[in-house]
C-alpha cells in the first residue's frame, strides 16, 4: 500500500491543523492506520492509532483530549484533528499502516513520506 500524508504547516501555539493520509494500492480496511511524529534529535514517537473498521483508537497521553484519528474508508483517507497545538507538537508526522494495534513503529510495514508541523509560540 502507498501512504501519502498532507495538511502540515505553520501554526500559531493554541491553533489546530488537520493531517490527511491517502493510501491506495490495496483494500485500506485491511490495516490498522497509525500516526508517528519524529522532532528534531529525538526518536521517532507513536502518537495515535485507529482500528481497521474505526471502532478502536488509541493515544499518546500529550495528546490526549487534544487529537482525534479518523478514518474514511470510502475515501481510503485517515485524518489526524490536532487542536489546542503546543510548540512541543512540532515535528514531521508521518502515517503508517500495519496488521495489528501496535505503538511501536516496527509494526508497521508501510510509511507516508512525512509532514512538517511546526507550532510557533
Known amino acids: 500500500v502507498q501512504l501519502q500524508a498532507s495538511g502540515g504547516g505553520l501554526v500559531q501555539a493554541g491553533g489546530s491543523l488537520r493531517l490527511s493520509c491517502a493510501a491506495s494500492?490495496?483494500?485500506?480496511?485491511?490495516?490498522?492506520m497509525g500516526w508517528f511524529r519524529q522532532a528534531p534529535g529525538k526518536e521517532r514517537e507513536f502518537v495515535t492509532l485507529?482500528?481497521?473498521?474505526?471502532?478502536?483508537?488509541s493515544y499518546t497521553d500529550s495528546v490526549k483530549g487534544r487529537f482525534t484519528i479518523s478514518r474514511d474508508i470510502a475515501k481510503n483517507t485517515v485524518y489526524l484533528q490536532m487542536n489546542n497545538l503546543k510548540p512541543e507538537d512540532t515535528a514531521v508526522y508521518y502515517c503508517?499502516?500495519?496488521?495489528?494495534?501496535?505503538?511501536?513503529?516496527?509494526?508497521?510495514?508501510?510509511w507516508g513520506q512525512g509532514t512538517q508541523v511546526t507550532v510557533s509560540s
Open positions: 503508517a499502516a500495519g496488521f495489528t494495534m501496535g505503538t511501536r513503529s516496527r509494526e508497521y510495514a508501510y
Open positions: 494500492g490495496r483494500i485500506f480496511s485491511d490495516y490498522t
Open positions: 485507529i482500528s481497521r473498521t474505526g471502532g478502536v483508537t
